[in-house]
Every structure is written in structure tokens, then in C-alpha cells.
């Protein structure tokens, strides 16, 4: 019998917890240090797909993503040991997608052709803005001069290369939003991640917002604007919104993104890396311990890189499904669906599509454009069910 990974296949992710420099907005697991030993880093992670592929043999391989922190502070000899270790352990799909998020500042053509030597197909760029004013307040340690710098560099050497851009900026109006996006059309390759600035709690620009010193965001009426004009231009110019934050030319959607938001199996290996793993019929969260030099030891000692292995419940999987699946432009099969809801939840549909929030078309449950804008209420209501 089919099991319900297999509709969004398997990847692997990859967590390199090292940055230059820590970004006032960014949550993520990224630590700045003086010195990394990256002989020993690269053992751990060949260690580490040692263990988890001994688990998983026979899937084959849709994707890798190496994320961070800033992957292309990796020695390219350590991301050829970990891809070389990951052909002699899965089988590798034929248009596998091998993404390394990179910054501009760490952007070398050396290290780049290294990496594509080693087998990385698709980079994925930190820009974040298009005018130094912005990428100043946003802490970035690059200009916008290194980033198109660093961008063709990776251009000469990949042919997939995408870019991020935050909006919803201080000071940031709609129009200059508008010409910035147009400028990025003019520059993207096939793929775009266009994120609104959101305040984290535990950030820089969280302690700023909460003690009244973060001026210039722009109102919520603002913001949406923002969205909708991000969808209207890049539509136009060919760069179809496929997912909330991202835009790609027809056929160049990232394989990796799309496994996520389809309820796939990944594995994930690295310091604060999660996963989830089907074995023997039951799905689990996988999480790694979060300090790079705790993961690294653990390693080291035990050979097991995990902090922690939970199994997922029926309603945990549904929750799951639903919140990574709504995300999508074509949403979610309705027989996934059904598997996996509970039959309360159709009249919430039904009620749903009544008020022209949600559409039932060619056997998937998706957003019209109306909802669209509206997730985080829809996904609230089918879930309160």
C-alpha cells in the first residue's frame, strides 16, 4: 500500500548553523564564531546519513538543501563529502534538485565552481533588498553593488540561481516596493522568494518593536496592498505565485519547497535541523539539539544526531497537512484530505466555499483569491472543526 509520504516524496536537508554576522530580524539557528573545524563537521554529517540512511533504504532521493546560518561559508570540499556519501546511500532521482543558500558576502567564483563540482545544481541568495539604505537597517553586511556582484558570479556558473527580497519595510512605501520588484523581474533567472518583513519575539527587531523603537513599518492596509501588488507584477512578468512567499517561472518551482509544502518525508540533520520520517507505517518529528557545538559532541559520542523522536498522532499529521498543503496556489488532494480529516470538517468546507473563500476543483481543495490573502483565518476555521 501507498504510503502518504510517497505523495510528496523524500529530501534531505542539510543545516549549517554558521553565520558572519546575525541579522537583528532573523530567528533562525545561526550562531557567529571565531574558528570552525570543518574536517570534523563534515564527518558528522557523513555520520549522520550513515544513520538515517540505514533507516530509509531503497527511497529514492527527490532533494538536498543545504540552509542555514550561511552554507557558503562551507569549504567546498565539505559539501563534496556529504553529497558523495549521499549517492552511495539513496538512489538519486534523475532531475534531483541540489540547493546551497549563499549570501553575498561569503559569494567567492572559486568556492562556487567548487560547489557545482561537488553537485550542487541550484543556489538560493540572501539579497534582501535592492538599495543600501535598507540593507543597512536590515543588518546585512553587503551592498547592493557586491550583491549584483555575487549574483552574476553565481549566474556564470549555475543555471538555476534564486533570490530573496523582504518588503514591508521601514519607510518603504508601495511604490517603491513596485519599482524595486520590477527591478528584481529584470534581473531573476526563474525563481523568486518575496517575504513580508514579520517581528519575531527573541530578535533584535522584536526587542526594538516591543520597546516602541522600530519606526516606519508600514500599516496593515499597507502591507496587504504590498502583497497584492507583489502577486499582480510578478504574475504579469511570467513569475506565477505557486506558494504564499514564492514566485517562479512556469516548470523552475523549487522541488525541495514543494515536497515540504506537500507533506513529504525529509530527513534533517544539523543543529536544530527538523525532520519527518515515515517508519514502519508511522510518521515522526525529528529534532536535533540546537547549539552547533552540543549537536556536534552528541555526534561525536553517540552517533546519533537526534535531540528528539515523537511520534505524530492522526491529528497532529492532519494539522500538519493541512498547514503546509493551504500554503500552496493548487492547495491539497482531496483524497489525502479525506484520509486524514475527520468528517466534521465538511461542513466547515462547504460553508467555506460558500463565502467564496475556498474552491473545489479537479479533486484538490484550494484558496480562491479572495481566501488567498486570508490564510492564517481559513486554515483556523478547518482546523477548529
Known amino acids: 500500500m501507498r504510503e502518504d509520504w510517497e505523495n510528496g516524496g523524500f529530501g534531505l536537508y542539510i543545516h549549517w ?94 568556492r562556487f565552481t567548487g560547489y557545482r563540482d561537488a553537485g550542487v545544481n541550484r543556489v538560493s541568495m540572501g539579497i534582501q533588498a535592492l538599495n543600501d539604505r535598507d540593507l543597512k537597517a536590515l543588518g546585512r553586511l553587503h551592498t547592493t553593488a557586491e550583491a549584483m556582484s555575487a549574483f552574476e558570479t553565481a549566474r556564470s556558473v549555475f543555471d538555476r540561481v534564486s533570490f530573496d527580497l523582504i518588503y514591508a519595510r521601514q519607510g518603504q512605501s508601495i511604490a517603491s516596493w513596485e519599482a524595486e520588484l520590477q527591478r528584481a523581474l529584470s534581473l531573476a533567472v526563474d525563481h523568486l522568494s518575496l517575504y513580508q518583513l514579520t517581528i519575531e519575539n527573541g530578535t533584535a527587531f522584536g526587542d526594538r518593536y516591543a520597546a516602541g523603537k522600530l519606526a516606519g513599518l508600514p500599516n496593515d492596509d499597507d502591507a496587504a ?30 522541488i525541495h519547497n514543494k515536497l515540504y509544502w506537500r507533506y513529504g518525508d525529509y530527513a534533517g540533520i544539523g543543529p536544530g535541523a527538523h525532520g519527518r520520517l515515515t517508519l514502519h507505517g508511522q510518521r515522526y518529528a525529528t529534532e536535533a539539539p540546537l547549539a552547533p557545538g552540543a549537536w556536534l559532541s552528541q555526534v561525536q559520542r553517540t552517533g546519533n544526531g537526534d535531540l528528539s523522536r515523537d511520534a505524530l498522532s492522526h491529528d497532529e499529521q492532519f494539522a500538519e497537512f493541512l498547514l503546509m498543503g493551504m500554503r500552496l496556489r493548487d492547495g491539497v488532494e482531496i483524497n489525502r484530505f ?14 467555506l466555499v460558500d463565502m467564496g473563500m475556498v474552491s473545489l476543483t479537479d479533486n484538490r481543495l484550494m484558496l480562491t483569491p479572495k481566501g488567498y490573502p486570508l490564510l492564517n483565518a481559513v486554515l483556523r476555521e478547518l482546523l477548529d472543526a
Open 17 to 110: 548553523p554558521f553565520c558572519q554576522a546575525k541579522c537583528p530580524y532573523c530567528d533562525f539557528n545561526s550562531h557567529v564564531v571565531a574558528h570552525i573545524d570543518q574536517g570534523a563537521w563534515a564527518k558528522a554529517y557523513v555520520s549522520e546519513i550513515e544513520r538515517v540512511g540505514s533507516q530509509t533504504q531503497g527511497r529514492v532521493l527527490r532533494s538536498v538543501f543545504f540552509g542555514g546560518g550561511t552554507p557558503s561559508l562551507m569549504d567546498p570540499d565539505v559539501v563534496d563529502a556529504i553529497l558523495t556519501k549521499v549517492r552511495a546511500t539513496w538512489p538519486i532521482a534523475n532531475d534531483i534538485e541540489v540547493t546551497l543558500e549563499a549570501n553575498p558576502t561569503s559569494v567567492e567564483a572559486g
Open 225 to 254: 496592498d504590498m502583497y497584492a501588488v507583489t502577486q499582480d507584477i510578478c504574475a504579469a512578468a511570467g513569475f506565477h505565485g505557486y506558494e504564499v512567499s514564492n514566485h517562479a517561472r512556469s516548470g523552475c518551482e523549487s
Open 338 to 351: 479525506a484520509q486524514l480529516s475527520n468528517p466534521l470538517i465538511h461542513n466547515k468546507i462547504h460553508s
